[in-house]
């Protein structure tokens, strides 16, 4: 069920925090889309992606006191809940052996199975495919796989400087195409 | 300040890839600057922005599931909530799995080490008592080997007696009905006798053999024999001179004077 009521972020932050689950409800069908997008730029398998999405969602329903509005928007906080969860999904053991008969994917441009092609160019994904290979590599080990700047930095055989270096500006270059 | 906002710390908070300390920078940039607040807000929605345009819609039937599993612990509060059961992790399980391995691995080590041990052990028993007869097979060996050069040397002893130019052999044949044969090496020069026993019955308990020199018709006592079956050349006693020897069977211990019809053997020089 679906409905028509729209909340500002501080109300609907408040009613979370009541166990309100119309509150929930108006949430999920907002948000579960944009979150399911980003799942699956880390986990392009959609069955796998929507546990990780079902697990986020739970999360966000059962830590709702955690979020804390002055560090930022609701948005930002799901977001990073959805990251660290797809991330940690393709470190468990389960997905890498189910990963194992898969092509490795060094490109970021993983096309999401079961989506509409055309999606592939909107979005965080349009965004990143924009970046310098350089910058599009920083972030898709970055950000998408989770690796710390040290991992990078042995994986590409770069000083951790220039990798720190680079990731600002992949970064900067970031904003400046979202804005 | 500025130069913070193109540091690309807000970025990099904003999108989790901050440490802590980054992270709690912001936050008193935040609250320090409104520009910075602004910046991060303004980079905060063009994210949600972006996302919004890159939603994928999930699976219809999992917006349900998520439904049914928030509201199932309302549901079950009247009851006693069921107890968390940590599951093991796949890497604890495969931590586990690793150990039961090398346990198992450990187990199979040590059941073969042990069988080794025991064949070794037996094998070393055997080596053992193998060597244990070997070293008295080769004693044994070492002192028949004595005794052969011993009787080597003897035999080697009296043959260099009886090739000795200078001493001379003196056959004596029986003077009964016995087969009986003797024979005395003498060495006339050094008065030496020496008495080879080639055969003499064996003589009744409490008798004795006694060699004679006949000195000008008379008998003179040269030792009682002693047979030893194998014995070679027997020193008697010296007999400077003499025309025959003769050999008669006395009393144990001899006697003063021949027993003349018990002489076995008579030879002339």
């Known amino acids: 069920m679906t409905t028509a009521n729209t909340y500002t972020e501080p109300e609907l932050v408040q009613l979370l925090r009541q166990k309100e689950e119309t509150a929930f409800k108006y949430l999920y069908d907002h948000y579960a889309g944009a979150l399911n997008g980003v799942i699956l730029q880390i986990i392009p398998d959609q069955a796998l992606a929507s546990d990780v999405l079902q697990e986020v969602f739970v999360n966000i329903w059962r830590r709702m006191e955690t979020y804390d509005a002055s560090k930022g928007r609701l948005f930002t906080w799901m977001l990073n809940i959805a990251r660290n969860a797809a991330i940690d999904m393709t470190r468990s053991k389960a997905y890498q052996n189910s990963q194992k008969n898969r092509e490795l994917d060094s490109d970021v441009h993983i096309q999401p199975e079961g989506t509409n092609p055309s999606l592939d160019h909107i979005g965080l994904s349009k965004v990143i495919g924009q970046l310098k290979e350089e910058h599009r590599v920083l972030i898709d080990l970055a950000y998408l796989k989770g690796y710390t700047h040290e991992e990078i930095a042995k994986l590409l055989e770069i000083p951790l400087g220039t990798v720190k270096t680079r990731i600002r500006a992949a970064l900067l270059q970031l904003r400046k195409f979202l804005t | ?269």
């Open chain 2, 1 to 269: 300040m500025q130069e913070y906002i193109e540091s690309g710390s807000i970025e990099s908070c904003v999108l989790g890839l901050a440490d802590q300390a980054e992270q709690q920078e912001l936050e008193r940039m935040c609250a320090a600057y409104p520009e910075v607040r602004a910046a991060r807000d303004a980079f905060e929605a063009s994210l949600e922005a972006s996302a919004m345009a890159g939603a994928v819609a999930p699976p219809p039937a999992l917006r349900d599931s998520i439904f049914e599993k928030i509201t199932q612990p309302e549901s079950g509060s009247l009851t006693q909530p069921a107890p968390v059961v940590e599951l093991p992790t796949p890497e604890a399980y495969s931590g586990v799995g690793w150990k039961k391995y090398l346990v198992a691995a450990s187990v199979i080590l040590l059941a073969g080490s042990a069988v080794l041990n025991i064949y070794l052990y037996n094998r070393y028993q055997q080596s053992d008592s193998l060597y244990k007869d070997l070293l008295a097979q080769q004693q044994q060996l070492a002192e028949n080997n004595n005794s052969i050069q011993t009787r080597l040397n003897e035999l080697e002893t009296d043959l260099s007696r009886i090739k000795n130019p200078n001493v001379q052999p003196i056959k004596m044949t029986a003077v009964n009905n016995t087969n009986s044969l003797t024979t005395v090496y003498w060495d006339k020069n050094a008065a030496e006798v020496y008495l080879l026993v080639n055969q003499l019955p064996k003589p009744e308990p409490g008798k004795q053999y006694q060699l004679w020199a006949i000195v000008n018709g008379k008998p003179v006592d040269a030792g009682v024999i002693d047979l030893e079956p194998g014995d070679g050349l027997v020193k008697m006693k010296n007999i400077p001179s003499a025309e025959a020897f003769a050999i008669t069977l006395e009393n144990a211990g001899g006697s003063q004077s021949p027993t003349l019809t018990a002489m076995y053997v008579l030879g002339k020089v």
